[in-house]
């Protein structure tokens, strides 16, 4: 069996779909229906229709698509950015690329999520954009927090990174927003490698993206990017091609192959997780010292990470009991943005007390298994270790 064969044939395999058979298609020059139909175009084209949105707009990272999202929003230098107090960092980082202040809103110390009161406070005058974060897979709360954005009239970015085809009320995350961004680095629910995408149902935001995101190119449009046609005005020596800055955030075609070819089977991936997630559910439920991430009534958590709050008095001792019994470990949460030594350099605005509290006590176990007998190990020694 050669190597092609081994990786289709493997069962637990993340990637033995279409996706060898597409990377295939790009490699061969000669595929004049690839020229004509590029991958970008079809996996946007798919995307969209799954995740019902106009447009899909793809990235080279989730990182430039928070970006391109930024400067769709009109964000300034000196205005004002919000996100959680538990995320990661490029939320914050994507806001100072703008030259503009993050503002972090704390969390519920049941959901992880984005608190809709503490996020009213955080509001002021200068604030043009909210990042809103779906972290774990755990969908925030998404009908408050709309209520609040339009009452201010501030557009949402939903962060959906960890979330894919998660739902609020029977509605899909990421079709909350004004505009969402999804991720595909190789740890997420789909993975190209290295990738991202925005969705959005604004002409406007979708053309500022694309333009953005497209090296400033003025010929690009909401639902029309430069690989799915290049212009015959590009032949003329005279033709001016760029008419706003901008960067080289786009997908490429090998990318997009293995990302199309992913989207596919984006509804066993996901589920996979989500099986994996009610093993742990049956082994926690029976531990008081060890509180799952609450996922609130009508959401639908798609489980990036089972991600949990430890009670206990020693969470390294647990943590070595656990790798020392064979079992695969377990990340800690993520540090408070604003507690990372990046952002004494910088300005930012609002403490969140309730999330420094609650970061040094998160566990993360893993969903991503491709193997149930690697993951029914791992409960075992967890079961015998609580």
């Given at each position: ?9 493997d ?26 139909n590029?991958?970008?175009?079809r996996?946007?084209?798919?995307y ?9 707009i ?36 994507v ?7 993050p ?35 755990n ?6 927090i ?32 004004d ?12 993975s190209?490698?290295e ?29 029309q ?15 001016k ?7 080289n ?8 192959a ?39 009534d ?28 064979g079992?695969?470990?377990f ?24 999330a ?10 893993k ?20």
């Amino acid at each position: 069996m050669n190597y092609i064969d081994k990786i289709k044939n493997d069962n637990n395999g993340k990637y033995n779909g279409t996706e060898i058979d597409y990377i295939l298609q790009v490699l061969d020059s000669e595929n004049l229906e690839r020229k004509k139909n590029p991958f970008v175009n079809r996996l946007e084209k798919k995307y969209a229709d799954i995740f019902q949105t106009k447009y899909a707009i793809a990235h080279n990272s989730c990182t430039s698509a928070l970006h391109t999202c930024l400067v769709a929003a009109g964000v300034k230098p000196g205005d004002e950015v919000i996100s959680p107090g538990h995320t990661v960092i490029m939320n914050s980082f994507v806001t100072l690329y703008m030259d503009a202040i993050p503002v972090y809103v704390d969390i519920n110390p049941d959901t992880f999520n984005m608190d809709p009161e503490d996020l009213e406070r955080k509001i002021t005058d200068k604030t043009k954009a909210i990042q809103v974060v779906h972290m774990h897979g755990n969908p925030a709360d998404m009908i408050p927090i709309m209520k609040i954005a339009k009452k201010y009239n501030i557009p949402v970015i939903e962060d959906c990174a960890q979330c894919v085809l998660g739902y609020v009320d029977n509605k899909l995350v990421g079709t909350f927003g004004d505009m969402a961004c999804w991720s595909f680095e190789t740890k997420k629910h789909l993975s190209t490698g290295e990738g991202g995408m925005v969705t959005t149902n604004n002409e406007e935001y979708g053309t500022i993206i694309r333009k953005t995101g497209g090296l400033g190119y003025k010929t690009l449009e909401a639902g029309q990017s430069l690989r799915q046609l290049l212009p015959s005005d590009f032949q003329n020596p005279h033709y001016k091609r760029h008419d706003i800055l901008g960067w080289n955030y786009r997908m490429n075609e090998l990318s997009a192959a293995v990302g199309l070819a992913q989207l596919e089977r984006v509804d066993s991936l996901v589920e996979r997780r989500k099986e994996i997630a009610k093993m742990y559910d049956e082994t926690f439920k029976k531990c008081d010292y060890i509180i799952p991430q609450k996922v609130l009534d009508g959401h639908i958590n798609t489980y990036w990470t089972y991600t949990v709050k430890y009670e206990g008095n020693d969470w390294f001792g647990f943590y070595n009991k656990f790798k020392d019994a064979g079992g695969d470990g377990f990340y800690g949460g993520l540090s408070v943005p604003y507690q990372e030594p990046v952002m004494s350099l910088y300005d930012y605005k609002g403490k969140c007390p309730t999330a420094e509290k609650l970061q040094p006590k998160m566990m993360q176990f893993k969903t991503n298994y491709r193997n149930y007998d690697e993951v029914r190990k791992n409960i075992k020694i967890l079961n015998k270790i609580l």
